[in-house]
């Protein structure tokens, strides 16, 4: 008796932990630099196991806007990074620009976004790097796009903020 109660509150929690629609957003894995602490974006305890492919769809498929919601809702201010050779920070490092002879120059991170960057940090995404199996979607360009994304609309919204504030 004691394992059919058993199982049948496993399958309950199942149940009640399944996505149907869109009533429960997506997680994406990050995990803290320089450290080994993974974390999902859905602010809960809630241990869930890394999955490469369901990261790479969760990032495609993901709501940015309410991502970027969710994150302040926590005071989750932190900037999203992707790994390579270093760490990058999409929509926000530097970038290149024609100079006048031609030839590209690089332009280095924006001062005001160091200084954000410095005072609220940064997580990065799991599973991102140079190298990925031959026989896996590259999890790069998804997780570059949302994280650009992502980290243009956080800093627009604390911009609103802090304007807000001052009124």
């Known amino acids: ?6 199982i049948l509150s496993l399958a309950f929690v199942f149940i009640a932990n399944c996505s149907y629609g869109k009533t429960k957003p997506n997680y994406i894995i990050f995990y803290k630099p320089y450290t080994d602490s993974n974390e999902t974006n859905l602010y809960n305890d809630s241990i869930i196991k890394y999955d490469y492919k369901i990261q790479y769809a969760n990032l495609k498929n993901a709501n940015v806007e309410e991502d970027v919601k969710r994150a302040i809702a926590h005071k989750d201010l932190r900037i999203i990074s992707i790994c390579g050779v270093s760490y990058l920070f999409p929509g926000l490092d530097g970038s290149y620009k024609k100079g006048k002879n031609g030839k590209d120059i690089y332009v280095p ?4 976004y160091k200084r954000y960057l410095h005072k609220h940090g940064f997580k990065v995404i799991l599973g991102t790097s140079d190298t990925h199996r031959s026989n896996e979607l590259s999890l790069q360009p998804v997780a570059y796009n949302y994280a650009k994304e992502y980290n243009k ?3 627009a919204k604390q911009v609103v903020r802090i304007s807000n504030s001052h009124h």
């Open 1 to 6: 008796m004691k394992q059919i109660i058993t």
């Open 109 to 112: 991170m924006n001062v005001k």
């Open 153 to 155: 609309l956080i800093l």
